[in-house]
T-cell receptor
């Protein structure tokens, strides 16, 4: 059974719309993350959460808002979508604290037309 | 400048050959994590290696912090090893984040 679930697997949106990417992990971890991989850039860190609190935000735009409704959930809301937002978005998790391996979900591939 | 540099960018091997993938970093780190990215895009963690050498089957990871480098050695390559290998610098304290290199695309021919 997959330990980190991301939904949907593929997503097509129109410019200006809003979408929510879902992430659930069943590894018992207390830290969760979002990363993005586009055609133009390497995988890049976006956010980290620990015990449902935002720890680090490396995303310049406020259009990206993580939401943690449960301790094993970290969704990503993206508003006012732009074609440049087209990318694969990966959710990851680990034990909280220093020195722990991160495990990645299968990703959501977002295409903005 | 880029904190993590991977080399080579691409590599073609005949089945059975060995491969050495390199990752150099310019900032301090807690650890180095190596991933295999399948052609379909999913990421598999291969090693979490803060220092020294670790082995897993045909794979060996070596991290030398003083020299600011980490390597991944693949022995007796197989066609199923084809894909992209990514190294990621683990930094931060309790707010750990990964900074990825651009990857090495490996193709193993039969």
């Amino acid at each position: 059974d997959p330990k980190i679930i991301q939904k949907p697997k593929y997503l097509v949106a129109v410019t200006g719309s809003e979408k929510i990417l879902i992430c659930e992990q069943y590894l018992g971890h207390n830290a969760m993350y979002w990363y993005r991989q586009s055609a133009k850039k390497p995988l890049e860190f976006m956010f980290s959460y620990s015990y449902q609190k935002l720890m680090d935000n490396q995303t310049a735009s406020s259009r990206f808002q993580p939401q943690s409704s449960k301790k094993n959930h970290l969704d990503l809301q993206i508003t006012a979508l732009k074609p440049d937002d087209s990318a694969t978005y990966f959710c990851a998790s680990s034990q909280a604290g220093q020195g722990y391996e991160q495990y990645f979900g299968p990703g959501t591939r977002l295409t903005v037309l | 400048g880029q904190q993590v540099q991977q080399s080579p960018a691409s590599l073609v091997l005949q089945e059975g050959e060995n491969a050495e993938l390199q990752c150099n970093f310019s900032t301090s780190l807690n650890s180095m994590q190596w991933f295999y990215q399948r052609p379909g895009g999913s990421l598999v963690s291969l090693f979490y290696n803060p220092s020294g050498t670790k082995h897993s089957g045909r794979l060996t990871s070596t991290t030398v912090i003083k020299e600011r480098r980490s390597s991944l050695h693949i022995s007796s390559s197989q066609t199923t090893d084809s894909g992209t290998y990514l190294c990621a610098l683990v930094s931060g304290g309790s707010n750990a984040k990964l900074t990825f290199g651009k990857g090495t695309k490996l193709s193993v021919k039969s």
